[in-house]
């Protein structure tokens, strides 16, 4: 693999798939399996057997290799003048260096139009002549990825044998070699934000010129035209692709006993991308290049090359499977260590003109299988001259209604098909009939329990003023009663100037107030009460289920409860249980009566959400249990002051009262014969085996099921998911809330998002199809998990574990065709899963231990990552750092234009100039850091006469000049493009401790703080684990 090919044209890098490697264990064995060992647990894992004598071609992955580095790294430029740009840190290749790249032929697509003509039998599908390179094949089809020239290569005899794929399969051809050569400068450990380090990135090297699209994953379908066959079909329905063999691998051709010595570069076709690492002798160089590990600087970028395979499958952003390709048996799928399930966001938000299209079937009703009561969807075929309709999901023949009867044209489509969303749409929105109602939907009802204690009353949570209203005091707390049950709710438009003065004479009622306890159970326990009496008056309360009524409690709390049921113990200030057995009982609800509450706040289809203010221990843990079991949310507001956090509470709880919200809904997933989901994670109440009640749902939540398969072996082509949400929808009278659940007027609405995979019988087309940003999901919602029975540090381990089995395994497939040697290879597709498998291990819910993160703050952020959709967690694991003063010395227009404003930095200290003024954005919360040595004037201009004062006592707002105007205009842009949480600005300065560490240099992920590992000893770590024997 080191060899020199002196005739290979070189490529300068590429930036976007970024390898890296790891220094060369001891006593390697590319041959033979190795277990993962975290710790001193060692796997069990067995390798399985290569398959001797067809070879595969991977898909585009980088590796990283043990060949030692022959050159020394360049020094870093330095520079004084900020004027100045940094000069660029690439430089023309060396004739000779580690740097290679071997790629694969293009993967063929199952969905191209078939060969004219198959080869006869025993001849090799494209035979060059002799001395020819096999890459030049006359006017090859569709290609996928860029394919420069090979050089020649003897290939010596005829291939001896060929597998010959189905008709309609286009056959791959190797591409050339390329090398992507790039120096590495010296890794120094930085003292973080004290480095005076280069203030711009590395230019991207320009990429390759190529007339074929360069595709991620190695995966890519055709266009698709107007003879696809994906609309030769009724409803749109496409057939997938063959089961017999792997996608893209039923055409490769097997060279036996041909060709050059399989150690030769000429004779390796690889798609391989190798960065050669080590340590040189008497230096603590780790080996590795920072610079040259891959990011997600572009944020989460949804992978459409799937979507365009099956372009009727719903958006991704309603439904994302971890792998795109299903295993055929659960011998395959025994080998795909990471989650394999899927991630489903019914209600998010579409971008403007992308509206969920809204069907009424009137006196038909809804189009349903009767057998598996899957919806109509556009994989449904129709037959019998359009008379009968096969399901997709269980295959039953069923009958068309008469209504919705329309003739079949020539090519078997229906002749209405364009006036039919819902055989053509993967999401769509079916009105309910009648039937689906047990009762006229009611309006909702909102009720807000708010803490009145000293704390909550100095802290400024209910701070305001005008006149005093009528009060009520229930004094028995044993035995909870309502007074005037009829009374107590009102119409909001008929008494807003009555609630209006309620809330605003809050502080003067309770400003005299010094009881410091909370009878936070009771309260509860009054308020399910007077939400259930509304239309059960007359009914006893263990009835009250039968007439269920609908809305939102929503819990202002700020003491620990301390009176009544529910009373909560102060816990955790016992040191000697951290590090123990007993550690996660400190993470679980202390009282079992906030999940009974759940319970029968679910039955009557009432959700809560909780706001929680307090800088002392108000046990999070338990309070959360309701938000929780009721399709809730959590706010976590610590140490809350008004002046500070008023705006932060204001826009939030406007947020949670006039986002698009279904009410009393349930959710089903269901999926093909063989297949199940056996788990789910989030914040639901499960009502059966596979039926999620979800009292209220809205855009900003997420849910996550694992999936397993039921059979040996699967028979079938396609795997197809049918997610349906069936929701109350009803006007709310708030002037604030138009959205077109609110404005559906009583209607009760069935959501449904419908979408297929193929199944495959490869390993490597699972990794190849892998979806990071689902597996990250599930991975989160699986860790905070075994935070609740289990030691953070084993949660941590399972995590890693997980990960190094699945390179492991991924490493496996090609050991035997390739001279791997001490390399780390790994699928295109999952190039950041160390990365965000790095930050979730120290992210609030699971870093460190007892003096990480207060226990409250610690189950706060757990319960807000398992609701969270996949872009929103990927963001809140790998933040946003970008730098501002560039763009405030700019011109207008530069600064109104958002896209100048989103060139991302890496997460780690050196990139913070302390020439500079950098923005940390992690969706929750802006924290803005001025360099020591930054432009006084740029300081003055934006913090006024406070530019010199300590900044944790300096709130930011607009001044009266420009730069503070485009300040304030750049903050807006960002929270507008992401409205689920209201990101408060923290002002930290260089140098300012403590406040600067725990604010943004502990959340740099790729630095070593605290213990944790920093990005590259991370790497480094899983490496040496993979290449461990078992």
């Given at each position: 693999m080191g060899t020199e090919n002196p005739g290979r044209q070189q490529f300068p890098a590429r930036p976007a798939a970024t390898p890296f490697a790891a220094a060369p264990p001891q006593n390697m064995m590319p041959f033979s399996s190795s277990g993962p060992v975290v710790g001193s647990e060692a796997s069990g894992f067995r390798p399985t057997p290569p398959a001797a004598p067809q070879p595969t071609v991977p898909s585009s992955m980088p590796v990283l290799g043990s060949e030692a580095s022959g050159f020394r790294s360049l020094p870093p430029a330095r520079f004084n003048d900020p004027s100045v740009p940094s000069p660029p840190t690439s430089n023309v290749p060396p004739p000779v260096g580690p740097f290679q790249r071997f790629p694969t032929p293009p993967f063929p697509s199952t969905a191209?139009?078939?060969?004219?003509?198959?080869?006869?039998?025993?001849?090799?599908?494209?035979?060059?002549?002799?001395?020819?390179?096999?890459?030049?094949?006359?006017?090859?089809?569709?290609?996928?990825?860029?394919?420069?020239?090979?050089?020649?290569?003897?290939?010596?005899?005829?291939?001896?044998?060929?597998?010959?794929?189905?008709?309609?399969?286009?056959?791959?051809?190797?591409?050339?070699?390329?090398?992507?050569?790039?120096?590495?400068?010296?890794?120094q450990p930085s003292f973080p934000g004290y480095v005076q380090m280069q203030s711009n990135a590395d230019s991207p090297a320009p990429p390759i010129q190529s007339t074929f699209p360069a595709q991620q994953g190695g995966y890519a379908p055709p266009p698709v035209s107007s003879s696809s066959p994906f609309l030769a079909h009724q409803g749109g329905y496409f057939p997938p692709p063959p089961v017999a063999a792997p996608m893209g691998m039923q055409s490769q051709m097997q060279?036996?006993?041909?060709?050059?010595?399989?150690g030769s570069i000429q004779g390796l076709i690889e798609d391989f991308s190798s960065l050669s690492i080590g340590s040189v002798p008497g230096s603590i160089d780790p080996g590795i290049d920072p610079k040259a590990l891959p990011r997600p600087l572009e944020g989460d970028v949804e992978r459409k090359l799937f979507a365009?395979?099956?372009?009727?499958?719903c958006d991704p952003r309603y439904l994302r499977l971890t792998t795109s390709a299903i295993p055929n048996s659960q011998s395959l799928a025994s080998r795909w260590h990471l989650p394999l399930g899927a991630v489903v966001c019914p209600l998010a938000e579409a971008p403007d003109g992308e509206e969920v299209p809204v069907v009424n079937f009137a006196s038909s009703g809804i189009i349903r299988c009767r057998r598996c009561r899957t919806y109509v969807n556009p994989f449904v075929t129709f037959t019998d001259a359009g008379r009968k309709w096969r399901c997709n999901i269980c295959s039953l023949l069923n009958d068309v209604p008469g209504e919705y009867f329309a003739h079949l044209d020539a090519t078997g489509r229906r002749i209405d098909l364009d006036q039919r969303p819902e055989l053509t749409k993967g999401s769509v929105e079916f009105v309910a009939p009648t039937e689906y109602m047990m009762r006229p939907p009611m309006p909702p009802v909102y009720f807000f329990l708010i803490d009145v204690s000293v704390s909550a009353v100095r802290s400024g949570m209910i701070e305001s003023s005008l006149t005093q209203p009528q009060m009520m005091v229930v004094s028995d707390l044993d035995d909870i009663f309502v007074p005037l049950p009829d009374d107590l709710l009102v119409n909001l438009s008929e008494s807003k100037s009555v609630?209006?003065?309620?809330?605003?004479s809050l502080p003067s009622m309770f400003q005299d107030n010094l009881n410091v306890e909370s009878a936070f159970g009771p309260a509860l326990k009054a308020a399910y009460m007077v939400m259930v009496c509304m239309l059960t008056e007359t009914l006893p309360i263990d009835k009250l289920y039968l007439e269920p009524t609908w809305g939102e409690m929503l819990i202002f709390q700020n003491t620990l409860p301390s009176l009544g049921v529910g009373r909560l113990k102060l816990?955790?200030?016992?040191?000697?249980?951290?590090?123990?057995?007993?550690?996660?009982?400190?993470?679980?609800?202390?009282?079992?009566?906030?999940?009974?509450?759940?319970?029968?706040?679910?039955?009557?289809?009432?959700?809560?959400?909780?706001?929680?203010?307090?800088?002392?221990?108000?046990?999070?843990?338990?309070?959360?249990?309701?938000?929780?079991?009721?399709?809730?949310?959590v706010y976590y507001y610590p140490s809350f002051q008004s002046a500070t956090h008023g705006d932060k509470l204001r826009k939030e709880l406007t947020r949670d009262l006039t986002r698009e919200t279904a009410w009393e809904a349930v959710m089903r997933i269901r999926c093909g014969k063989g297949v199940r989901f056996t788990s789910y994670h989030g914040n639901f109440m499960l009502r059966s085996t596979d039926l999620m009640a979800l009292p209220a749902v809205d855009c900003d939540k997420a849910y996550a099921a694992q999936l397993s398969l039921e059979e040996t072996l699967l028979t079938t082509q396609t795997v197809y998911f049918q997610v349906a949400l069936l929701t109350c929808s009803k006007v709310v009278d708030v002037p604030v809330t138009i959205n077109r659940y609110t404005a559906s007027c009583g209607e009760r609405r069935i959501r449904v998002h419908t979408a297929a995979a193929p199944v495959v019988a490869d390993l490597g087309e699972m990794y190849r199809q892998a979806d990071s940003g689902a597996i990250v999901s599930l991975f989160s919602r699986l860790a905070i998990e075994k935070t609740l029975s289990h030691k953070l540090e084993e949660a941590r381990n399972s995590l890693q574990l997980r990960i190094v089995k699945a390179l492991k395994e991924y490493r496996n497939l090609y050991a035997v065709q390739h001279r791997l040697g001490g390399r780390m290879i790994y699928p295109e597709s999952l190039m950041f899963l160390p990365l965000y498998g790095l930050a979730l291990c120290r992210s609030t819910p699971l870093r460190g231990g007892y003096a990480d993160a207060p226990l409250d703050e610690r189950c706060s952020a757990g319960y807000t990552m398992m609701a969270l959709p996949v872009k929103k967690l990927l963001k809140l694991l790998y933040p946003s750092l970008i730098r501002l003063d560039e763009h405030l010395l700019k011109g207008s227009d530069l600064v109104d234009n958002f896209k100048n404003l989103e060139k991302r930095l890496p997460l780690a200290a050196e990139n913070l100039d302390s020439r500079g003024l950098y923005l940390y954005d992690d969706g929750f919360r802006f924290i803005i850091w001025f360099g020591r040595v930054l432009s006084p004037d740029v300081a003055m201009n934006?913090?006024?006469?406070?530019?010199?004062?300590?900044?944790?006592?300096?709130?930011?707002?607009?001044?009266?000049?420009?730069?503070?105007?485009?300040?304030?205009?750049?903050?807006?842009?960002?929270?507008?493009?992401?409205?689920?949480?209201?990101?408060?600005?923290?002002?930290v300065r260089q140098g300012e401790q403590p406040r600067e560490g725990f604010l943004l240099l502990s959340n740099l992920v790729e630095d070593q703080m605290g213990g944790a590992n920093g990005y590259v000893d991370w790497i480094l770590q899983i490496h040496r684990q993979v290449q461990q024997n078992p």
């Open positions: 191209q139009a078939p060969l004219s003509r198959a080869p006869p039998m025993g001849q090799p599908l494209s035979q060059p002549p002799m001395g020819q390179p096999l890459a030049q094949p006359p006017a090859p089809p569709v290609s996928f990825r860029p394919q420069p020239q090979m050089p020649p290569v003897p290939m010596g005899s005829p291939p001896q044998s060929v597998n010959y794929a189905s008709p309609n399969v286009n056959f791959p051809y190797p591409a050339s070699d390329s090398t992507f050569p790039a120096p590495r400068p010296n890794f060279h036996l006993g041909s060709g050059p010595p399989i365009e395979m099956y372009p009727l499958n609630v209006e003065t309620f809330l605003d816990r955790g200030d016992d040191l000697r249980v951290y590090g123990t057995d007993k550690e996660h009982i400190l993470r679980l609800p202390e009282d079992p009566f906030y999940k009974q509450m759940a319970a029968e706040l679910t039955k009557v289809q009432i959700a809560v959400n909780v706001y929680a203010f307090s800088d002392k221990y108000t046990d999070i843990a338990s309070l959360g249990t309701l938000a929780k079991y009721t399709g809730g949310q934006l913090l006024g006469a406070d530019f010199a004062a300590e900044l944790s006592k300096v709130n930011l707002y607009e001044h009266d000049n420009e730069m503070s105007r485009k300040l304030m205009r750049i903050l807006e842009k960002f929270r507008e493009n992401d409205q689920s949480y209201y990101q408060l600005c923290h002002l």
